[in-house]
């Protein structure tokens, strides 16, 4: 069923929150395994109840982009949305394993399967942890597949794994007129430039990440642009460098430059004593943050979460029209995770 569920979800994907053919399939899919079921909007909690103190939990993402998918595939998407994340491998390596544990007679932990709405917009996990925080873990695990790294090789960090983000937007206000009336100061297109030179200056000064990929501004080419709307990201591997960056960006603001900032995801940090008892895995450790940014990291410290990269090989990069897992990749996640739950017998 592996390679089918992972067709299945690739041909449905939807937007975060709004997962509702994706959660119906799943819910069918798990009807077949003893897995008590909770419901939390389009999010599903499957718990095996071995009767025991503490669980042990794996999280599978539900959720696609708005991009439309060229990969030619014959399971392709044609909803102009796309799994381009790799999320729909995520979730059938989850179902398999749902079906490995169905057959257990027992197990030292009880094992949760954590089907997770929204990781691409904000709120996804932070919507579960209220349900999630009743349960005792030894381990909360997660994992994603990730091009350019290493075919079917798994990959961790004892530093953190992934970087703190933050969301910015750069509200530049001009005066419109028409383009015979030019001034620098009054052209909001102009400003956004200098402001954008200004903070990304400030960002290299303070060695910190910050990049912007959208501005929208004006109205039509012989008028002057009233508003331009910057839209960028701030990185780091810490949040607190976020946070202290954001305070020297905000020093900037006047009557024509207002900055608003999302909520900042924490930098991803594994759990130590968890890494300790996979010392016997073949996992590769990482050396440096990367500046990938994941909401796993929300899931709190006494989760004892610990996550993994699972190398693809050279092919589409993640986020792209062209993106797909390949499903030779599907069977080595699912024996990883088992290989998992082995080490913890």
């Given at each position: 069923?592996?390679?089918?569920?992972y067709k299945s979800l690739h041909q449905i994907p939807e937007l975060g929150f709004k997962e509702f053919k994706t959660s119906a399939y799943l819910?069918?899919?798990?009807?077949?395994?003893?897995?008590?079921?909770?419901?939390?909007?389009?999010?599903?909690?499957?718990?095996?109840?071995?009767?025991?103190?503490?669980?042990?939990?794996?999280?599978?993402?539900?959720?696609?982009?708005?991009?439309?998918?060229?990969?030619?595939?014959?399971?392709?998407?044609?909803?102009?949305?796309?799994?381009?994340?790799?999320?729909?491998?995520?979730?059938?390596?989850?179902?398999?394993?749902?079906?490995?544990?169905?057959?257990?007679?027992?197990?030292?932990?009880?094992?949760?399967?954590?089907?997770?709405?929204?990781?691409?917009?904000?709120?996804?996990?932070?919507?579960?942890?209220?349900?999630?925080?009743?349960?005792?873990?030894?381990?909360?695990?997660?994992?994603?597949?990730?091009?350019?790294?290493?075919?079917?090789?798994?990959?961790?960090?004892?530093?953190?794994?992934?970087?703190?983000?933050?969301?910015?937007?750069?509200?530049?206000?001009?005066?419109?007129?028409?383009?015979?009336?030019?001034?620098?100061?009054?052209?909001?297109?102009?400003?956004?430039?200098?402001?954008?030179?200004?903070?990304?200056?400030?960002?290299?000064?303070?060695?910190?990440?910050?990049?912007?990929?959208?501005?929208?501004?004006?109205?039509?080419?012989?008028?002057?642009?009233?508003?331009?709307?910057?839209?960028?990201?701030?990185?780091?591997?810490?949040?607190?460098?976020?946070?202290?960056?954001?305070?020297?960006?905000?020093?900037?603001?006047?009557?024509?430059?207002?900055?608003?900032?999302?909520?900042?995801?924490?930098?991803?940090?594994?759990?130590?004593?968890?890494?300790?008892?996979?010392?016997?895995?073949?996992?590769?450790?990482?050396?440096k943050t990367l500046f990938e940014a994941e909401d796993f990291a929300f899931y709190p410290s006494y989760f004892h979460p610990c996550f993994f990269?699972?190398?693809?090989?050279?092919?589409?990069?993640?986020?792209?029209?062209?993106?797909?897992?390949?499903?030779?990749?599907?069977?080595?996640g699912l024996n990883f995770y088992i290989s998992i739950l082995n080490l913890f017998k």
């Amino acid at each position: 069923m592996l390679e089918q569920d992972y067709k299945s979800l690739h041909q449905i994907p939807e937007l975060g929150f709004k997962e509702f053919k994706t959660s119906a399939y799943l819910l069918s899919r798990l009807a077949h395994t003893k897995a008590k079921i909770t419901k939390i909007n389009t999010g599903i909690l499957a718990f095996f109840d071995f009767q025991k103190e503490k669980t042990i939990a794996f999280r599978a993402e539900e959720d696609a982009l708005p991009i439309k998918e060229k990969t030619s595939l014959p399971y392709a998407s044609r909803n102009h949305r796309m799994h381009a994340c790799g999320h729909d491998s995520h979730m059938a390596i989850l179902l398999s394993l749902g079906d490995y544990i169905h057959h257990l007679d027992d197990y030292p932990y009880n094992l949760l399967l954590v089907f997770q709405p929204s990781e691409e917009s904000f709120g996804g996990a932070l919507s579960l942890i209220p349900s999630l925080s009743s349960f005792s873990f030894e381990a909360f695990f997660g994992m994603h597949v990730f091009p350019h790294f290493k075919k079917n090789t798994f990959y961790t960090s004892k530093i953190p794994l992934f970087s703190s983000a933050t969301e910015i937007d750069l509200i530049i206000l001009g005066k419109q007129d028409h383009i015979a009336h030019y001034k620098k100061q009054n052209d909001s297109i102009y400003l956004g430039y200098h402001y954008l030179k200004k903070i990304e200056n400030l960002a290299k000064k303070e060695k910190i990440f910050f990049h912007a990929g959208k501005i929208n501004g004006g109205t039509k080419r012989n008028v002057i642009a009233g508003k331009t709307m910057i839209k960028g990201t701030l990185r780091s591997d810490d949040i607190s460098k976020n946070e202290s960056f954001i305070k020297k960006m905000k020093a900037l603001e006047n009557d024509k430059l207002k900055i608003q900032c999302s909520p900042s995801i924490p930098s991803l940090i594994n759990d130590k004593n968890v890494l300790k008892k996979l010392d016997s895995l073949p996992l590769n450790y990482l050396n440096k943050t990367l500046f990938e940014a994941e909401d796993f990291a929300f899931y709190p410290s006494y989760f004892h979460p610990c996550f993994f990269i699972m190398g693809l090989g050279n092919i589409s990069s993640l986020h792209t029209n062209t993106f797909h897992v390949p499903l030779s990749s599907l069977k080595e996640g699912l024996n990883f995770y088992i290989s998992i739950l082995n080490l913890f017998k």
